[in-house]
């Protein structure tokens, strides 16, 4: 049984900061490469950024210096922290575990809403 786990997500302000987490479980964690995704109304899933197993990561233009992903495996849990958050960071963060590069594999989490509000 694989799990996904987010939590973390609220009400914030423009400008503040949120911490994100996802707890993995039934997976051999370290061996996975993890991602978050966004969605907002209106709007496709979009990949924000990605961790391998070997910690490369890779950030979408729009939140290159204010976000910042790690993975703690010891826990089997990533983190995404979010710092001066704007309106349109506005989404449901979701969770991603694949087996890159076999892509076999592909998990998802049930999603954390995150609002930033004027």
């Known amino acids: 049984q694989v799990q996904l786990v987010e939590s973390g997500g609220g009400l914030v302000q423009p400008g503040g900061s949120l911490r994100l987490s996802c707890a993995a479980s039934?997976?051999?964690?370290?061996?996975?490469?993890m991602g978050w995704y966004r969605q907002a109304p209106g709007k496709q899933r979009e990949l924000v950024v990605s961790i391998t197993d070997g910690g490369r990561t890779n950030y979408v233009d729009s939140v290159k210096g204010r976000f910042t992903v790690s993975r703690d495996n010891a826990k089997n849990t990533v983190y995404l922290q979010m710092n001066s958050l704007k309106p349109e960071d506005t989404a449901v963060y979701y969770c991603?575990?694949?087996?890159?590069?076999?892509?076999?594999?592909?998990?998802w989490g049930q999603g954390t809403q995150v609002t930033v509000s004027s």
């Open positions: 991603n575990a694949n087996d890159y590069p076999l892509f076999k594999l592909n998990y």
């Open positions: 039934g997976i051999t964690f370290r061996l996975y490469t």
